[in-house]
Nanobody, 124 residues
Framework: QVQLVESGGGLVQAGGSLRLSCVASGRTFSSYDMGWFRQAPGKEREFVAAINRGGWLMDYANSVKGRFTISRDNAKNTVYLQMNTLKPEDTAVYYC?????????????????WGQGTQVTVSA
């Protein structure tokens, strides 16, 4: 497995922006698709965005489409999540994950490694 470390979370007012980063250990980062999920208190973990290994194919949850952008820099072993026009309902712990299975991007069991998460809080 790979170690994933997220950063960039924080407290922001509604309408603001944050950029999350996730750095992966090891030398095989460019061989894997990557995803971002989030989990709010009392709710199940939900899919946010995914990107293929080459960085040219992205997928987004309907709730963030047009506001969030996923990207990656394989030379830096890093995947990013740029979040704009944040809303209070975006408040959650955000996790990056490495995908190893086939099927839809939104299924958490397609991912084998997870970071510890970074808290994003959006105030009204």
């Amino acid at each position: 497995q790979v170690q994933l470390v997220e950063s960039g979370g924080g407290l922001v007012q509604a309408g603001g922006s944050l950029r999350l980063s996730c750095v992966a250990s090891g030398r095989t980062f460019s061989s894997y698709d990557m995803g971002w999920f989030r989990q709010a208190p009392g709710k199940e973990r939900e899919f946010v965005a995914a990107i293929n290994r080459g960085g040219w194919l992205m997928d987004y949850a309907n709730s963030v489409k047009g506001r969030f952008t996923i990207s990656r820099d394989n030379a830096k072993n890093t995947v990013y999540l740029q979040m704009n026009t944040l809303k209070p309902e975006d408040t959650a712990v955000y996790y990056c994950a490495r995908r190893v299975g086939s099927g839809t991007n939104s299924e958490p069991n397609r991912y084998d490694s997870w970071g510890q998460g970074t808290q994003v809080t959006v105030s009204a």
